[in-house]
């Protein structure tokens, strides 16, 4: 046990050889107290004799013991409980003995938090919940293992079920209705030609090889981060992915990706590898020769802070002019820009390092719009092509045009035009039937200041075509009051329906 020199306190304790024989050694630190440090240290050495008292320890209490005899989880994950114990579970139920906690106490702090706004000033996500709850629930459950409660009081809280955010593409509708309201998605993605946009813009920026790798492969930003000059083999083209950087505070830890599925070996197309190669010679140094270490340093060869990569694609994406989208989205953008390009869901998920295909095919691909356009033309190609081969008409008629104010001519189906007046029935049976008597050609009230034919002229065809609508003979009917009849049955001429023509005779002489 030993003091550091800015006043917090650490242990070392010799644990069992492995089974290799291997010597193991356990590092504890980051106490404020040598006592604190003494408590946690005697614990890992004989767990039963340093328990405290289950009648006297607050939540509190076992919460910070529980944190320091952790054994087990990744340096991120210890992170994260940290984290939760200090912002949230503390700070609601700290003050109440480890043994008066009930789940009505537990219950009523996570109703406290979900009114919480986080830091980012939104209210905490269902993520979030449930990720305070697991840490919540493994420290009691150590507590109950110990004997201090008899069970665990945040068994059955309830809290809202999360779902995962589907990634959804700024089409030209999205873009203008958020340029209305200025809400955007949670989780969107760029098509290929603003993605191909957002590459022109920062094609001169130091940092261009990163966002391609992002952009095309799909890289996470740890993966992209912890990338070695080992890890990339120009001659065959390949890149593995082997470490990743995770950001606790201001330290960066580069340690093992997130799972076995994570660590994979991706081939290069020529693009890539044509930039990296540029890279390369970019980065070769006169006097030290060909670049070591990590891809993507800071200037002291340090790795990248993911933080600081997160703000520099803000500041590129902002000055860019696309559509917002977060530094994470680029690898829904690859997934979806993958299956654009015809590869099978197999290729995405290995591609993207996922252990579960459900997980690539249900979170993070999205169908773009071209492909959705190509799509749609498809199925309706195969249901015509169908109806060709049946005979079945899909078209509909052509609906016969109809003047405004005018009543639409029925179709033959409705049966035909209604029937005519029995006077003009009457009037066209009787000129059918009557025998001319005369050669006289048939005059038309309509034509006015006609010259006189001359004697043995058979005048002219074109003008003996007229209808006499003036009355004869007083024996004959009249026309105009069974015209003026027809019109108020089927309305004014024109497209009406169905109208009845009158037999004309010409002149013959």
């Known amino acids: 046990m030993a003091e550091r020199g800015h006043g917090s306190w650490y242990f070392r304790v010799e644990l069992p ?32 004799a340093a328990d405290p008292a289950p009648a006297t320890v607050s939540t509190a209490q076992w919460l910070q013991l529980w944190l320091d005899t952790r054994l087990g989880p990744e340096q991120s994950t210890m992170h994260a409980y940290r984290q939760h114990v200090r912002t949230y579970l503390i700070p609601y139920l700290g ?3 480890l043994r008066e906690l009930t789940n009505a106490r537990v219950q ?44 665990n009081p945040a068994r059955y809280v309830e809290l809202p079920q999360g779902r995962r955010p589907h990634a959804v593409v700024w089409t030209p509708p999205r873009i203008a209705q958020w340029k209305v309201t200025g809400e ?6 760029w098509t290929a030609e603003q993605t191909a946009a957002f590459l022109h813009t920062i094609r001169q920026h130091p940092r261009y090889p990163l966002f391609h790798l992002v952009v095309l492969l799909g890289l996470r930003r740890g993966e992209v981060i912890g990338l070695r000059w080992s890890d990339l083999d120009l001659n065959t083209g390949y890149l593995t992915v082997s470490h990743q950087a995770r950001q606790h505070g201001s ?58 990569v997160t703000h520099l694609f803000r500041k590129l994406n902002d ?36 252990a579960s295909i459900v997980l690539t095919a249900d979170t993070y691909t999205s169908i773009l719009p071209n492909l959705a356009h190509q799509s749609a033309e498809a199925t309706a190609q195969l249901i015509l092509n169908a109806a060709r081969t049946t005979g079945t008409r899909l078209r509909p008629r052509r609906q016969p045009r109809t003047a405004p104010g005018r009543p639409p001519r029925p179709s033959p189906g409705d049966g ?26 048939i005059r038309s009230s309509r034509v006015k200041n006609r010259a006189p034919v001359r ?11 007229k209808i006499n609508l003036r009355k004869a003979n007083d024996h004959k009917p009249t026309l105009q009051p069974l015209l003026s009849r027809w019109i108020d049955l089927v309305g004014r001429p024109g497209l009406e329906p169905g109208t009845y023509g009158l037999k004309v005779h010409s002149s013959t002489n």
């Open 17 to 48: 050889p492995a089974a290799n024989g291997r010597r193991r050694q356990l590092r504890r630190g980051g106490f404020r107290s040598q006592q604190a440090a003494r408590q946690a240290r005697d614990y890992l050495r004989n767990p039963a």
């Open 95 to 97: 003050a109440t003995l």
């Open 108 to 151: 009523a702090m996570f109703t406290a938090l979900i009114r919480t706004q986080g830091a980012a000033g939104r209210p905490l996500s269902a993520g979030t919940l449930q990720r305070i709850h697991a840490t919540l629930r493994a420290a009691l459950n150590a507590a109950v293992r110990r004997g201090l409660i008899d069970r």
């Open 184 to 189: 955007r998605p949670r989780v969107a993605v």
């Open 251 to 308: 330290e960066v830890e580069i340690g093992k990706p997130k799972s076995d599925a994570s660590n994979r070996v991706i081939a290069l197309d020529h693009t890539t590898l044509t930039m990296l190669r540029r890279y390369r010679d970019h980065c070769r140094s006169p006097r030290f020769g060909e670049p070591v270490g990590y891809l993507f340093t800071g200037g002291w060869g340090e790795p990248l802070r993911p933080d600081s």
């Open 319 to 354: 000055k860019s002019g696309l559509p917002p989208i977060r530094l994470h989205d680029l690898r829904h953008g690859a997934a979806s820009l993958s299956l654009a390009a015809s590869n099978d869901l197999k290729t995405v998920q290995d591609l993207l390092g996922h």
């Open 416 to 441: 035909g035009s209604p029937p005519a007046p029995p006077e003009m029935t009457a009037w066209c049976t009787a000129t059918h039937t009557r025998k001319r008597t005369t050669n006289e050609p």
């Open 455 to 465: 004697p043995g002229h058979q005048g002219n065809p074109s003008r003996a075509h």
